[in-house]
């Protein structure tokens, strides 16, 4: 079975900052995706960014970006210039890779983060 | 393109009582997961079901159960319910395709179990 784990419950940074978000996983898979969802308080789960397992070069999407360390399992989210819509809470996630596309999703606890004015 | 859609928003029930929600996909996609992110529990994966068959379930009681109609859409019954039921219902879809690995979420079902 697949864990996910999130080691800080909370952070809290200031606009324009640059914050880093902790998961590391366990798995015995050698293909499989991460996934960095964020939830702000309207509930919505939107996807923030992916990686590939195969992949050796770390993924990014604009001010988003990933640390991707397969033989220690973890997986960072950075987050840079900090804006306050970027508040939100913030899930780490693990799919085993599957010849048809998606599986069910693994999740870690959440980070809450607070970005402040 | 609509996104998942959920009904209804929020759900009140009482102890022993069932509840019943829905799930839209969005146009195209098969397959349909549902999650419950308790308060202090996370997000845990309840259910799966692609082409109307159930392919995965989560470590959940038999009381929860769920179906997939011809349409795609999806429902998740809870029978009864406890208290430690109250929970926010999350609804997936994803299509059905190698390397098409993204789930897009609905905006939940809130349930609460009084």
């Known amino acids: 079975a697949q864990t996910v784990t999130q080691s800080q419950p909370e952070m809290s940074v200031q606009e324009a900052e640059t914050v880093t978000l902790s998961c590391t996983y366990d798995?015995?898979?050698?293909?499989?995706?991460l996934f960095w969802y964020k939830q702000p308080p309207s509930r919505q789960m939107i996807l923030v960014i992916r990686?590939?397992?195969?992949?050796?070069q770390n993924a990014t999407e604009n001010r988003f970006s990933v640390n991707f360390q397969k033989a220690a399992k973890s997986f960072s989210l950075k987050i840079s210039d900090s804006q306050l819509g970027d508040t939100a809470m913030y899930f780490c996630?693990?799919?085993?890779?599957?010849?048809?596309?998606?599986?069910?999703?693994?999740f870690g606890q959440g980070t809450r983060l607070t970005i402040n004015p | 393109e609509a996104g998942v859609t959920q009904s209804p928003t929020h759900l009140i029930k009482t102890r022993g009582q069932q509840a019943t929600l829905r799930c839209s996909p969005i146009?195209?996609?098969?397959?349909v997961y549902w999650y419950q992110q308790a308060l202090g529990l996370g997000l845990q994966f309840l259910l799966w079901?692609?082409?109307?068959?159930?392919?995965n379930r989560g470590n959940f009681p038999p009381r929860f159960s769920g179906r997939q109609f011809p349409n795609y859409s999806s429902e998740l019954n809870v029978n009864a319910l406890e208290l430690e039921d109250s929970a926010l219902y999350l609804c997936?879809?994803?299509?059905?395709?190698?390397?098409?690995?993204?789930?897009?979420f609905g905006p939940g079902t809130r349930l609460t179990v009084t």
């Open positions: 997936a879809s994803s299509l059905v395709l190698a390397g098409a690995v993204e789930q897009y």
């Open positions: 798995t015995s898979e050698s293909n499989y995706y």
């Open positions: 990686q590939e397992a195969y992949k050796q």
């Open positions: 996630a693990f799919m085993k890779q599957w010849t048809k596309g998606a599986q069910k999703l693994v």
């Open positions: 146009s195209g996609h098969t397959s």
């Open positions: 079901y692609d082409e109307g068959e159930e392919r």
